[in-house]
């Protein structure tokens, strides 16, 4: 029976490919701007981050919440048996084509396992039967991890995942408030009663959501880059991401 890729990233067991294979483009977020497949300036001969204790205030805070749920180690470890770009110059192209594909994979593997875990028993055999297939995908060679239809394979996992939160929304108290894809940048949302609502791609870059009640909240997707959370309540919030917090000006722990 095949086991189930990693969902939590290890980068000593990978080869670098989040510096390289990525492209960065000059922003809040990024210094510089760098192609796909070009090495990053910063990446050191053991594929690890020479400025990795001072990425923030270097101007690298891209870097410092982004996840790839375990891709990385698993390309480089399971996919390519350990071997690495440097090492061997024609693995390039495959490992760089491969990641970013594997990256998707990944993400959505975490999501419909979370699904899986929470699911009512109505909805379980056909939230695993979604779990089991993407995690099957993740183990295929490179040259089939490539022609994958990524956009295909959400598709098909987004109403398995959509029915289980609304499922677990339905079940829990609160407002249940619909703000699916809705514009909330900068919003003034502190103190707000947000349980159990729908924030499936919401735009909350800089809201205030200081002391906001998210439990049980759907936040697949939301963009909380510079939102305040300080006293936010988000245990039980559906697909939330260690990344997304990570990208918030205030943690819900942060004094």
């Not at 809040?28 to 400025?51: N, Y």
């Not at 040259?143 to 394979?153: C, K, Q, Y």
């Not at 609160?174 to 703000?179: A, K, N, Q, S």
């Not at 939301?222 to 939330?240: E, H, M, P, S």
């Amino acid at each position: 029976m095949p086991v189930d890729p990693p969902l939590t990233p290890d980068c000593s067991s990978c080869a670098g490919l989040c510096c390289v294979a990525l492209p960065f483009a000059k922003s809040a977020d990024f210094a510089a701007s760098k192609p796909a497949g070009t090495p990053c300036t910063h990446l050191a001969p053991d594929f690890r981050c020479e400025i990795h204790d001072r990425l923030r205030p270097s101007g690298w805070s891209g870097c410092t919440v982004f996840d790839c749920h375990g891709a990385g180690q698993h390309l480089t470890q399971h996919t390519f048996g350990g071997r690495d770009w440097r090492s061997e110059p024609a693995l390039r192209a495959p490992m760089f084509r491969a990641f970013p594909v594997l990256l998707h994979l990944h993400e959505l593997l975490r999501h419909l396992t979370e699904a899986a875990e929470r699911a009512p028993e109505r909805l379980y055999e056909e939230t695993e039967s979604a779990r089991a297939r993407v995690a099957a995908l993740t183990a295929y060679a490179p040259d089939a991890l490539t022609a994958l239809d990524v956009g295909a394979e959400r598709a098909r996992a987004n109403p398995v995942l959509t029915r289980v939160s609304e499922a677990i929304r339905a079940s829990l108290p609160g407002p249940r408030t619909d703000h699916r894809g809705a514009d909330l940048m900068g919003a003034r949302l502190s103190g707000t009663d947000l349980r159990a609502a729908n924030l499936r791609g919401a735009l909350l870059i800089g809201a205030d959501l200081r002391s906001a009640d998210l439990r049980g909240a759907d936040v697949t997707g939301a963009d909380f880059r510079g939102a305040d959370l300080r006293g936010a309540d988000v245990r039980g919030a559906l697909f939330l991401l260690a990344s997304q917090l990570r990208a918030a000006a205030h943690g819900p722990s942060d004094d």
